[in-house]
């Protein structure tokens, strides 16, 4: 397979997505339109997850906290002065807080620069951990956010947070720049950077052995993942308009891990068919939360019922295919035509 | 001639145990040498101070005549400096063409933004990076699995893609540990002949350590015996081969007296 017949097979495939989101835009009711943005988020979020986990293999539980500081930087940026003189009710903001503005494109990438800028921080130190100790200090570090978030009322407003975030994030928004960061995922993945990131995760020491400067580049790939991780925190922000510390809590990590696991640790395609999959899946079971009248039986609705149907599912993967939808394999070009030739001559 | 790689009396304590004391070799560019002593002499200790696993508590390593003592593992390799592992340490989930083109990075000169945003210059070094990768396995012979996940190839090509992996970082000095082992004597038959070879190719300088009494004495122009830390002889190996502390060490005093 030529190259040039990869790129034009990619090129279709985008117009296929951009003629079917005008489909959507144009034939589906708000919630539907609501779940689709969601999806692209959740994916985005996936991948810069699974860049840091999947394939540098630093088990980090801060995306919460990247997401965060994402959000915030966002939501200050679009807001107008007007709104944020009202909006800050506890003190006034700081005067530059307030008067920050800008258009939603360079809102959304000061906050994913904001995140990566913060994950090189704290990676310094950090990333010199090792697998579970990472984790436990990461997630530390998502809870410092919060906490922080709360306790800087002119910067942040405090336990009120943001409302009326200007509601800029639109399907195009969202799939342009989940498309964006799988581009450059995967375009980073298959340089010999890439590479390098999934050596350090199958043997580190080997890595150091072979000139791997292995710190230098786990601080490239945690940054990177953790920019991603702010760009959705970011679009997220403009999505549901409202943003507070207690929507940052450990669930929304746990939500991202959850996809990155179900779809696979070290599989691009895995976190994007899990995160549209799981995305959906979780509106669609939304039903089990409603009362359920089985003959004579009446069951009250449960609210969080789904949660448990949801983790009883997740158990059911991890026990029967544990390295989730695809494991560290892809779906690509190559391989469906590998796979058709294969079948045609069966 | 100058040394290539000097080895300063390099002490290695781990609290009350010492593990090497005070090692010393001067090994000629080109050369051939081996490393060898019973089990728990210190060997690997002694590579993994070259190569910067281990700060050394004394001693230095110089590497034509600049010294090296306390880099990190990565700076090591940059200067000229590669190694393979006794137990075989490859990147599993990776093919045999990737494992290579991993050991290349250290003399990549593009960054990582340049290729995922198409830079030609990038793209072109890739391109080479690819074509020399490809060369190296068929130095090794490997071209025929250079798309086969490394960790299912079987142990004698592992050990080999080991080598062409470290080949890769263009060393000057390369330190291959126990590189025989688990081969039956055919193929460390042909392993002397592969390292000779690779020297000459490559135009390195060689340190190994191994067991194989028939692979060192065939291979090596020169030996370090080691014994509980402490170099206990050194020299070409016919003068090893016929020193009776050497023997006292591998066979024990009463071998000795039946000698």
Redesign the interface.
């Known amino acids: 397979m030529k190259r040039y017949h990869v790129f034009a097979l990619n090129f279709m495939l985008v117009g296929v997505l951009a003629a079917l989101l005008v489909c959507a835009q144009r034939f589906l009711d708000g919630y539907s339109i609501q779940i689709l943005n969601l999806v692209a988020i959740n994916i985005l979020l996936a991948l810069s997850l699974n860049l840091i986990y999947g394939f540098t293999g630093m088990f980090s539980l801060g995306h919460a906290g990247f997401m965060a500081i994402g959000a915030y930087v966002c939501a200050i940026l679009i807001l107008s002065p007007d709104q944020k003189a009202m909006l800050f009710l506890l003190e006034p903001a700081y005067p530059w807080i307030e008067s920050a503005h800008a258009p939603f494109v360079v809102a959304v990438f000061a906050g994913g620069l904001a995140a990566a800028a913060m994950a090189a921080v704290v990676g310094f130190p950090l990333l010199r951990l090792g697998d579970d100790y990472l984790g436990i200090a990461t997630l530390g570090f998502a809870e410092i956010v919060r906490v922080v978030a709360n306790n800087v009322p002119r910067i942040t407003n405090g336990a009120l947070g943001f409302k009326g975030i200007p509601a800029y994030a639109n399907l195009w928004w969202n799939y342009g720049w989940c498309l964006l960061a799988l581009v450059?995922i995967v375009?980073?993945l298959r340089?010999?950077?890439g590479?390098?990131f999934?050596?350090i995760?199958?043997?580190e020491?080997?890595?150091?052995?072979?000139?791997?400067?292995?710190f230098r580049l786990k601080l490239?790939s945690f940054s990177l993942g953790a920019f991603f991780a702010g760009v959705g925190g970011g679009l997220l922000a403009s999505l549901l308009t409202t943003i507070d510390p207690k929507m940052f809590l450990f669930v929304l990590t746990f939500n991202v891990l959850m996809i990155v696991v179900m779809g696979g640790l070290?599989s691009v395609t895995g976190s994007v068919i899990a995160g549209a999959a799981v995305t959906i899946i979780l509106e669609w079971l939304r039903f089990v939360e409603d009362p359920i009248t089985l003959g004579s039986v009446t069951l009250p609705g449960i609210p969080g019922m789904r949660m448990v149907v949801f983790s009883l599912l997740l158990i059911a993967v991890i026990l029967f295919r544990r390295e989730g939808l695809m494991g560290?394999r892809e779906i690509s070009w190559e391989g469906i035509a590998a796979w058709l030739r294969q079948r045609r001559k069966a | 001639m100058n040394a290539l790689v000097e080895a300063r009396s390099l002490t290695m304590r781990f609290g009350g145990l010492v593990a090497v004391s005070e090692f010393s070799a001067a090994i000629a560019p080109g050369a051939i040498v081996g490393l060898i002593g019973p089990n728990g002499a210190g060997k690997t200790t002694c590579f993994n101070m070259i190569t910067g696993f281990y700060r050394p508590t004394q001693g230095q390593v110089l590497l034509d005549g600049r010294d090296i003592t306390g880099l990190p593992p990565h700076a090591v390799c940059e200067a000229g400096i590669a190694r393979t592992f006794q137990n075989i340490r490859l990147f599993g989930n990776g093919t045999a063409l990737e494992n290579v083109l991993v050991g290349m990075y250290v003399r990549q000169k593009s960054f990582w933004w340049q290729s995922a945003l198409f830079w030609p210059p990038a793209l072109r070094e890739e391109a080479r990076q690819r074509t020399r990768a490809m060369e190296l396995l068929d130095a090794v012979g490997l071209t025929s699995v250079a798309g086969e996940k490394a960790s299912s190839l079987p142990y004698g090509a592992q050990r080999r893609l080991e080598i062409a992996r470290a080949l890769a970082t263009a060393p000057r000095f390369l330190l291959l540990d126990e590189p025989a082992a688990g081969m039956n004597p055919q193929e460390s038959q042909e392993l002397m002949e592969f390292i000779r070879h690779i020297r000459d190719a490559f135009s390195l300088t060689i340190l190994l350590i191994e067991h194989d009494m028939k692979v060192v004495m065939g291979v090596c122009e020169h030996i370090y015996v080691l014994d509980y830390g402490v170099t206990i002889a050194q020299g070409p190996p016919a003068a090893i081969q016929s020193n009776p502390k050497v023997i006292e060490a591998y066979l024990g005093e009463e071998a000795l007296a039946y000698a």
């Open positions: 450059l375009r980073i340089s010999n950077t590479r390098c999934k050596a995760r199958d043997d020491v080997a890595a150091r052995a072979m000139g791997v400067n292995v490239l070290g560290t």
